[in-house]
């Protein structure tokens, strides 16, 4: 089995920071490409940014310059700084992450989602 835990979000004033957190964990062999995505109420669920195995990144262009996504190899982690936030990105967050397991079986996973929400 492997899992996906998400935790930082929360409530913040616009132009405030988060920090999220997403932890794999299981029957893990090699972990390739993960990344964030998120989904305001009534819309679909879109990318908000992707890091590869060897660190190459790639973010919507609505967060670019705002946010930074990053990843402990050793410690299956995949992180996502957010910085200057907006009205516009209230959203649940989601982590995914291109896994291969033990059993050489290849599968995405998606984590459970956390809230972010950006209030005065």
């Known amino acids: 089995q492997v899992q996906l835990v998400e935790s930082g979000g929360g409530l913040v004033q616009p132009g405030g920071s988060l920090r999220l957190s997403c932890a794999a964990s299981?029957?893990?062999?090699?972990?390739?490409?993960m990344g964030w995505y998120c989904q305001a109420p009534g819309k679909q669920r879109e990318l908000v940014a992707t890091?590869?195995?060897?660190?190459?990144?790639a973010y919507a262009a609505s967060v670019k310059g705002r946010f930074t996504i990053s990843r402990d190899n050793a410690k299956n982690t995949v992180y996502l700084q957010m910085n200057g936030l907006k009205f516009g990105d209230t959203a649940a967050y989601y982590c995914?992450?291109?896994?291969?397991?033990?059993?050489?079986?290849?599968?995405?996973?998606w984590g459970q989602g956390t809230q972010v929400t950006v209030s005065s």
């Open positions: 299981g029957n893990i062999f090699s972990i390739n490409g």
């Open positions: 995914n992450a291109e896994i291969v397991t033990i059993a050489r079986v290849w599968n995405i996973y």
């Open positions: 890091v590869t195995s060897g660190g190459s990144t």
